[in-house]
Nanobody, 111 residues
């Protein structure tokens, strides 16, 4: 059974940073196929970060150099380092692999 479990969300002040984690288990797919999405209240889910061709990271236009997707050497963990957070980054952040989704982790940016 494939499982993706996100963690690391929370409340942070504007300008702050968070590192989200996605623990992947139950399959043999490379974690280079894991994608981060987010969904803010009343908005559609949008792509945050993924690895494209050649395992080169790609990011949503709104990221503007503030986020970094990475993975560990075990192949079981994928991370999303987020910096310079703004209230517009408030959303539930999900990791996805193929048809599988995690439960999401809430990120709230507020003073």
């Amino acid at each position: 059974q494939v499982q993706l479990v996100e963690s690391g969300g929370g409340l942070v002040q504007p300008g702050g940073s968070l590192r989200l984690s996605c623990a992947v288990s139950g399959n043999t797919y490379s974690t280079y196929t894991v994608t981060w999405y987010r969904q803010a209240p009343g908005k559609q889910r949008e792509l945050v970060a993924l690895w494209g061709s050649g395992n080169i990271p790609h990011y949503g236009d709104f990221v503007k150099g503030r986020f970094t997707i990475s993975r560990d050497n075990t192949g079981n963990m994928v991370y999303l380092q987020m910096t310079s957070l703004t209230p517009e980054d408030t959303a539930i952040y999900y990791c996805n692999q193929d048809e599988f989704w995690g439960q999401g982790t809430q990120v709230t940016v507020s003073s």
